[in-house]
């Protein structure tokens, strides 16, 4: 009785609050064409879908081709695709050693992906894995028709083009902490090789790694789709890495993850680059289907969140408002 009372509560804050704002934008528009005053506080970030509040679902949740065969890896899709893939998704599973991988996987469709039927199938990066230039860690990500990613044995992100099947890299600044010496952990344990972590959004392609003169904190910096890449402007945060679990951009904004227990991951920490304000109480929480969470990437072209959980591939729908 207790819990349905708390629940019938919060039910009846929502749509108070969902009332507020809608009398709040009724006044606006009223008095859209007056003069209004400056806001002193800094402006939140624009993002065309709102300011983010919520996720729900799993709205997927599949085991694919390879039920427990591959532990960790990452999915989702190409914000950038060439015409007549909007559709496709794809799939990296670190295939040697639970580190490294040497082939992207794609699907043509979501039935497609949870049913086991690759087509076109395997794009290799090298038929030896691993080997210069191939994947290390599972934070990956595709943009463009290219597959970013940690490169083998480096502190560098390399980008490897689908169509052309070439690979450029990026090298990042000096002190860039790598081959699992800055990962992402909890108490119980640390994830080996995700020191690396590429991150699509709105705006492109971005990479979160920490430095020995950040002393393990976060850092932010822009990739930009150059030829070759470039590093473009960075932030550094006052977030410890090894104190996250993942983390992902949306609209500009770097979100961290931090591990509540086997059933619950939290959204705590957010980072907005258009104003420089860090947020420790988000206080958003993900309902796991497993325990882990090795890679979790945001789509901006449907606002999901994809996660790959102990070798099964998770969504979560992104609310804004």
Request: aromatic share 14%; hydrophobic share 30%.
């Amino acid at each position: 009785m207790q819990e349905l009372q708390t629940y019938d509560t919060m039910q009846v804050v929502k749509r108070l609050e969902d009332n507020h704002r809608l009398k709040r934008d009724l006044d606006q528009c009223k008095n859209g064409f007056h003069s209004t005053i400056q806001p002193t506080q800094p402006p939140h970030s624009k993002c065309p879908h709102g300011e983010f509040q919520n996720i729900t679902g799993p709205m997927v949740y599949t085991a694919g081709e390879y039920p427990g065969s591959y532990k960790y890896g990452a999915w989702g899709r190409d914000p950038k695709p060439e015409a007549g893939k909007e559709s496709w998704y794809w799939l990296v599973m670190l295939t040697s050693s639970n580190r490294y991988a040497n082939y992207i996987r794609l699907y043509s469709s979501l039935s497609s992906l949870i049913v086991g039927l690759s087509i076109p199938g395997n794009v290799q990066i090298h038929s030896s894995n691993p080997t210069t230039n191939t994947i290390q860690g599972p934070n990956v990500v595709l943009y463009g028709e290219a597959l970013y990613y940690n490169c083998y044995n480096q502190d560098a992100v390399c980008r490897f083009n689908l169509t052309t099947k070439t690979i450029t890299t990026l090298q990042l600044p000096k002190g860039t902490r790598f081959n699992s010496k800055g990962n992402f952990c909890h108490l119980e344990e640390c994830y080996p090789f995700t020191d690396l972590d590429l991150a699509t959004d709105e705006s492109g392609v971005w990479v979160i790694y920490t430095t020995s003169q950040d002393f393990g904190n976060l850092v932010l910096s822009k990739v930009e789709e150059d030829e070759p890449m470039t590093l473009g402007q960075t932030w550094h945060s006052s977030v410890y890495k090894q104190g996250v679990t993942n983390t992902f951009m949306a609209c500009g904004v770097l979100y961290a993850t931090r591990y509540v227990n086997k059933t619950m991951e939290e959204i705590f920490y957010a980072f907005d680059t258009t104003t420089g304000v860090e947020r420790f109480n988000v206080g958003v929480f993900i309902n796991k289907m497993s325990p882990n969470i090795y890679s979790l990437n945001y789509s901006p072209v449907d606002q999901m969140l994809h996660a790959y959980c102990d070798s099964y591939m998770v969504s979560y729908k992104v609310l804004f408002w």
